[in-house]
Nanobody
Framework: QVQLVESGGGLVQPGGSLRLSCTAS???????MGWYRQAPGKQRELVAT???????NYADSVKGRFTISRDNAKGTVYLQMNSLKTEDTAVYCC???????????WGQGTQVTVSS
């Protein structure tokens, strides 16, 4: 079982930046990691994913503003968020998925609020 702990959320003004971190209880080598978010009254949506080979995938709404990265040695995945907008306000959750799709683990989430 993999436990995921997110950190780095908070309140930021529009146009600002935040860096989220997700640290796993064990190795993330060979595991596809991702960030998802859920805004109030909306369904959870994909933000970005990164494979063990560092192939990245982004939601169209965050392309050019967000960057996902990983440090396998530290068991950590990051989400650098720049040029934040009010519509980025959500709970951001980390996800770990076995490449074969046989299991998925989620973190508890961290709140990101973009407001002036």
């Amino acid at each position: 079982q993999v436990q995921l702990v997110e950190s780095g959320g908070g309140l930021v003004q529009p146009g600002g930046s935040l860096r989220l971190s997700c640290t796993a209880s064990g190795t993330i080598f060979g595991i596809t990691m991702g960030w998802y978010r859920q805004a109030p009254g909306k369904q959870r949506e994909l933000v970005a994913t990164i494979t063990t080979g560092s192939r990245r995938n982004y939601a169209d709404s965050v392309k050019g503003r967000f960057t996902i990265s990983r440090d396998n040695a530290k068991g950590t995945v990051y989400l650098q968020m720049n040029s934040l907008k009010t519509e980025d306000t959500a709970v951001y959750c980390c996800r770990a998925e076995d490449p074969s799709g046989s299991w998925v683990y989620w973190g508890q989430g961290t709140q990101v609020t973009v407001s002036s």
